[in-house]
């Protein structure tokens, strides 16, 4: 496994709740959820996440950064997106990756959850 994947799996796996599902039918491709809910898609390297978005600030992502994308699927219209991420993550496009990780969940996780992580995010600005 690939350092950003590690990143990325620490992280959703810090947040309340939060469980690994492989899905053998896409290859055992790692999925986040919490209470059976997916909030991160990902590949083995972490060079590829979905996350779930305000549609604003899913339109805002996929005009800005490069690499971003409305989900197929559908899922696009509901505020998911796609992004393909180098390798090597630089700290600032980590530091995104880490906003969109914890709004994705905050937006899916029922609001008792959702509401303990913008609570501690608030408090470290």
Do not use: C
């Amino acid at each position: 496994m690939a350092a950003t994947f590690d990143r990325i799996e620490k992280l959703a796996l810090s947040l309340p709740e939060a469980q690994r599902v492989d899905i053998e039918a896409w290859g055992g491709e790692p999925t986040f959820r919490v209470r059976g809910k997916n909030f991160i898609f990902a590949n083995h390297e972490g060079t590829s996440i979905t996350v779930k978005l305000s549609k604003e600030e899913a339109e805002a992502v996929v005009s800005t950064v490069d690499g971003a994308y409305p989900t197929g699927y559908g899922l696009g219209r509901h505020g998911w997106i796609s992004v393909d991420l180098p390798k090597r993550l630089p700290k600032a496009r980590w530091e995104e990756v880490e906003e969109w990780i914890l709004t994705s969940y905050s937006l899916v996780a029922p609001k008792t959850l959702g509401r303990q992580i913008l609570d501690h995010a608030e408090e470290k600005t």
